[in-house]
Antibody, heavy 122, light 108 residues
């Protein structure tokens, strides 16, 4: 059974940093693109970032480019999102999700974690 | 960036009725790379349909997707009580991938 478990969310001040983690199990982690999608309170879904199976190719939404960094540790079956220079508009539930391909960054997500809430506020 | 507009914003129907949800793209979606997700309150999204009309694993056949180019439709043939939720479309034919704003299917 595929499982994705996010952690690392919490309250952070504007301008601060936070690192999210997503522990994966139930599939061969290194074989699939992984992605982060966020959802602001009461709002819709927004793609944030994706990384290919090997970790050598990444892509970011313009809204987070230069502030967020996606990475993965295939030996630990874990996906990360390093967030810095956080703003109020980054407040959201952050979901990690599995894609159905190894190397194509755009795609649909066939499994999702339950999400972790990031609140940016002073 | 491709903008997806979903309509209606809210659909009020009774169990057993047919639901028709629309997703219109501002530009043609290449290769019919469009997906539909269902989201219930407090839960993560769940993949229903990919490549416009292919049902994901375990999805009942009352859910069907159709369309191409800029116009896509999700149809729920007979609403079950568990189908009342918010539905999102997503295009992944070009970067950045984008989502529609959602359609809420509520109980009438």
């Amino acid at each position: 059974e595929v499982q994705l478990l996010e952690s690392g969310g919490g309250l952070v001040q504007p301008g601060g940093s936070l690192r999210l983690s997503c522990a994966a199990s139930g599939f061969t982690f290194s074989n699939f693109v992984m992605t982060w999608v966020r959802q602001a309170p009461g709002k819709g879904l927004e793609w944030v970032s994706s990384i290919n199976g090997r970790g050598g190719s990444t892509d970011y939404a313009d809204s987070v480019k230069g502030r967020f960094s996606i990475s993965r540790d295939n030996s630990k079956n874990t996906l990360y999102l390093q967030m810095s220079s956080l703003r109020g508009e980054d407040t959201a539930v952050y979901y990690c999700a599995k894609r159905n391909f190894y190397d194509i960054l755009t795609g649909y997500s066939d499994y999702w974690g339950q999400g972790t809430l990031v609140t940016v506020s002073s | 960036e491709i903008v997806l507009t979903q309509s209606p914003g809210t659909l009020s129907l009774s169990p057993g009725e047919r639901a028709t949800l629309s997703c219109r793209a501002s530009q043609s979606v290449s290769s019919r790379y469009l997906a539909w997700y269902q989201q219930k309150p407090g839960q993560a999204p769940r993949l229903l349909i990919y490549e416009a009309s292919s049902r994901a694993t375990g999805i009942p056949d009352r859910f069907s997707g159709s369309g191409s180019g800029t116009d896509f439709t999700l149809t729920i043939s007979r609403l079950e009580p568990e189908d009342f939720a918010v539905y999102y479309c997503q295009q992944y034919g070009s970067s950045p991938e984008t989502f529609g704003q959602g359609t809420k299917v509520g109980i009438k």
